[in-house]
């Protein structure tokens, strides 16, 4: 079964400072990977999103995510964040080769960006 | 477009109780979900529908019953509510479950409190 760990909690930042959320997964098969945000009392949205080609995805808001098949990683990068990025951010996994995507999801890293 | 609606935005009810969350979609999607959010937990699915009159559990149907009559609408009943079923309901949609995964829409959310 596909599982996706996001190894903080919490990442407290300055303003203009960069930022780097970590996420594993584990699978032996192939797998799709997104990024979704959650801004304060609002639903999901995404983020950038992972299925073939370039291993460097780019996403909205100057967010990009680099997926290591060697390392079962996505990280989500952002080279200078604002006040405006503090959200919970979430890590997901679909696996190929079931009969329909069902995403799975991390439990979350709360970003604080801090003036 | 009003994408992925969700009706009550808050609700507060008594053990034992019955009650309906509403989904509803204008995207013409064929893919419909339900999930439950928890402080720490992430996004656990709940049941899922591929179609109108296909649907199928996800990690957590416990307690929980789903129908889909119309390719619009998707409601989510708790039969007999719980403490435990206090949480943050989310319902999100997408134009296909065929793999590539494509992009889920979320509704902005229905909080539930069972007292």
């Known amino acids: 079964a596909q599982s996706v760990t996001q190894l903080d909690s919490q990442v407290p930042v300055f303003e203009e400072a960069p930022v780097e959320l970590r996420c594993n997964y584990s699978?032996?098969?192939?797998?799709?990977l997104f990024w979704y945000v959650q801004y304060p009392n609002q639903g999901l949205q995404l983020l950038l999103k992972?299925?073939?080609?370039?291993?460097l995805v780019k996403g909205i808001n100057g967010f990009e995510a680099e997926f290591n098949k060697s390392q079962t990683s996505f990280h989500l990068r952002k080279p200078s964040v604002h006040i405006s990025d503090t959200a919970e951010y979430f890590c997901?996994?679909?696996?190929?080769?079931?009969?329909?995507?069902?995403?799975?999801f991390g439990k979350g890293t709360l970003l604080t960006v801090n003036p | 477009n009003a994408g992925v609606t969700q009706t009550p935005k808050f609700q507060v009810l008594k053990t034992g109780q019955s009650m309906t969350l509403q989904c509803a979609q204008d995207?013409?999607?064929?893919?419909m979900s339900w999930y439950r959010q928890d402080p720490g937990m992430g996004l656990r699915l709940i049941h899922y529908?591929?179609?109108?009159?296909?649907?199928d559990q996800g990690e957590v149907p416990n307690g929980y019953n789903v129908s889909r009559s119309t390719t619009e609408d998707f409601p989510l009943r708790l039969l007999s509510a719980a403490p435990s079923q206090t949480s943050v309901y989310f319902c999100?949609?997408?134009?296909?479950?065929?793999?590539?995964?494509?992009?889920?829409?979320f509704g902005p959310g229905t909080r539930l409190t069972v007292l």
């Open positions: 997901a996994v679909s696996v190929d080769g079931s009969s329909n995507y069902k995403l799975t």
């Open positions: 999100a949609s997408s134009d296909s479950y065929r793999f590539p995964p494509d992009t889920q829409y």
């Open positions: 992972y299925l073939s080609g370039s291993t």
């Open positions: 995207m013409n999607h064929e893919y």
């Open positions: 529908s591929v179609g109108a009159g296909i649907t």
């Open positions: 699978s032996s098969v192939s797998v799709y």
